[in-house]
């Protein structure tokens, strides 16, 4: 039996990702705080731990080891150093949750290749502040550059979807329900974006089907400019939307990017993982949200 562990498996795409792995009969070993309570039960197993703990962590994985390890959490260098250290030996395969954010805007189509993380330089000085992009392009240097075990890192665009915490798409519904402005600088800009549920049974993939390793982009199929996702929000609300190029912080879009923010999905794509079409999905989640918020 496979013996999988996530850190990062009590909510959003990660609770997707352990139904996915217990569907499978896959034995599962959830890594938390616990914080968040999950529904597990007794068909997991837990490590109630701190990751930011290294020594803690170190005694809580002790001398277990994993086929798969799930990496839902790691935002920094000084995450990343301590877990090659404690995996070393125990990890078959480690998979990497990372960011669309180690690409800059405006840039074209991002491929992997374009922040080659396994030659990045890497910060030193574990206190260093970093942004959260440049937090996830030095994880991904150090797992590629000093683990002894084969990695990959899933550089995921914005996830959406119903059980999204952030609820950065319900910030549009609701404003627009209520009539509020948002500001958005840009409306020609083109994003992407994944579903939450997408992103778990991509993970799962890359994990236990897929012998990928290094970055790997991971979106939905199709762009969306913010000026037709406004119409589609404007569509599945059944009103129309106040935008403005200028407003105050507290109605600035989470999605208002300055330009376009887009990823090529080939390498996934080459290896046989077949993505969601995000006009598909998008327009038929927006509705939800509107029909939930007017209950």
Same mark, same amino acid.
């Given at each position: 039996?496979?013996?999988?562990?996530?850190?990062?498996?009590?909510?959003?795409?990660?609770?997707?990702? @352990?139904?996915?792995?217990?569907?499978?009969?896959?034995?599962?070993?959830?890594?938390?705080?616990?914080?968040?309570?999950? /529904?597990?039960?007794?068909?997991?197993?837990?490590?109630?731990?701190?990751?930011?703990?290294? @020594?803690?962590? /170190?005694?809580?994985? &002790?001398?277990?080891?994993?086929?798969?390890?799930?990496?839902?959490?790691?935002?920094?260098?000084?995450?990343?150093?301590?877990?090659?250290?404690?995996?070393?030996?125990?990890?078959?395969?480690?998979?990497?949750?990372?960011?669309?954010?180690?690409?800059?805007? &405006?840039?074209?189509?991002?491929?992997?290749?374009?922040?080659?993380?396994?030659?990045?330089?890497?910060?030193?000085?574990?206190?260093?502040?970093?942004?959260?992009?440049? *937090?996830?392009?030095?994880?991904?240097?150090?797992?590629?550059?000093?683990?002894?075990?084969?990695?990959?890192?899933?550089?995921?665009?914005?996830?959406? *979807?119903?059980?999204?915490?952030?609820?950065?798409?319900?910030?549009?519904?609701?404003?627009?329900?209520?009539?509020?402005?948002? &500001?958005?600088?840009?409306?020609?800009?083109?994003?992407?974006?994944?579903?939450?549920?997408?992103?778990?049974?991509?993970?799962?993939?890359?994990?236990?089907?897929?012998?990928?390793?290094?970055?790997?982009?991971?979106?939905?199929? *199709?762009?969306?400019?913010?000026?037709?996702?406004?119409?589609?929000?404007?569509? *599945?609300?059944? =009103?129309?939307?106040?935008?403005?190029?200028?407003?105050?912080?507290?109605?600035?879009?989470?999605?208002?990017?300055?330009?376009?923010?887009?990823?090529?999905?080939?390498?996934?794509? =080459?290896?046989?993982?077949?993505?969601?079409?995000?006009?598909?999905?998008?327009?038929?989640?927006?509705?939800?949200?509107?029909?939930?918020?007017?209950?």
């Amino acid at each position: 039996m496979t013996n999988v562990l996530v850190l990062g498996g009590t909510r959003f795409f990660g609770k997707n990702l @352990v139904e996915l792995l217990l569907k499978e009969q896959i034995k599962v070993t959830l890594l938390t705080r616990g914080k968040t309570e999950d /529904e597990f039960g007794d068909q997991v197993q837990r490590l109630v731990v701190d990751r930011e703990d290294a @020594v803690a962590l /170190e005694k809580a994985i &002790g001398d277990q080891q994993y086929d798969v390890v799930y990496d839902n959490i790691c935002f920094t260098p000084q995450q990343a150093r301590e877990a090659v250290s404690i995996f070393q030996n125990k990890a078959k395969r480690y998979i990497l949750t990372s960011s669309l954010s180690v690409y800059d805007f &405006g840039t074209g189509i991002c491929h992997e290749s374009d922040v080659d993380t396994h030659h990045y330089t890497i910060d030193a000085d574990p206190e260093a502040e970093l942004s959260y992009g440049e *937090g996830k392009r030095q994880a991904e240097a150090v797992f590629f550059q000093q683990a002894d075990f084969p990695v990959a890192a899933v550089r995921f665009p914005i996830v959406l *979807g119903p059980n999204d915490y952030t609820k950065r798409l319900h910030f549009h519904v609701e404003r627009v329900l209520s009539g509020k402005v948002i &500001g958005i600088s840009n409306l020609e800009a083109q994003m992407n974006f994944i579903h939450e549920q997408e992103a778990a049974e991509f993970l799962f993939w890359l994990g236990i089907s897929s012998e990928l390793t290094g970055p790997v982009n991971a979106r939905s199929d *199709g762009e969306v400019s913010l000026r037709e996702l406004v119409e589609w929000i404007e569509q *599945g609300t059944e =009103q129309q939307a106040i935008i403005q190029s200028e407003t105050d912080d507290e109605a600035q879009s989470p999605f208002g990017v300055p330009d376009s923010w887009i990823m090529d999905t080939s390498k996934a794509k =080459q290896d046989g993982f077949q993505f969601y079409v995000l006009s598909e999905w998008m327009p038929a989640l927006i509705k939800q949200m509107a029909t939930q918020t007017n209950r």
